[in-house]
């Protein structure tokens, strides 16, 4: 697909994205060094004029004993436009995988939003999988999507289980189709930013293709200084 420019949209994806989902194996720092630096350089195989160069910073890994508890709150996007294989499919088996890593200290919220917002679960522990993963199991897709007051609950609920020394993570799940109540580019970004002061910050997850509206979700996670990862 590289070497076929015809196939290569400009506005496809962010190049970063792509470069960042490969493992490269580069080596972690040694000693007391905070950062590795590794370069290296190959032909362009779309253009024989010219090189390209890869430079990797890498810190080193972060051991997962020492974290502090987590306090995630999804909020899970169940409208009608979901209802695709790479959608909420693809949310269900991804949270499958996060459970395996949750511990008895971890409390996790889920929230769908459609029509209007429905709380799933609300507060439960992360060694409670077997809960946490009926729950997700059991998302259907259908309805419009009124995102506002789903992001208003989830904050909420952030705040509510919020602790001391805690990571507090509101984290929207969505192909970003707003399209019911608040959903210009200002006013959604505008109402996350008013809810920042919980303490919790956003990670939103975008999925799909075709229209997916990639400057709104980076909008809705900048304002709150957090950031947007695309499934």
Known sequence: MIQDQTQIQPDAGRLEGMINALS?????PEGKEP???HAQV???PWNTDHLLMRINLKTKEVE?????PSNLVFLIDTSGSMDEANKLPLVQRSFALLVEQLGEDDRVSILTYAGSSEVVLEGV???EQAKLLEAVAGLMAGGGTHGAAGIETAYALADKYAAPGTNSRVIPATDGDFNIGVHSDSELPRLIEENKQTGASPTVLGLGSGNYPDNQLQALAARAHGHALYL
């Open 24 to 28: 490269y194996g580069d080596a972690a």
């Open 125 to 127: 522990r992360g060694s």
């Open 35 to 37: 950062m590795a630096i």
């Open 42 to 44: 190959a032909a362009c």
């Open 64 to 68: 997962s004993d020492g974290l502090p």
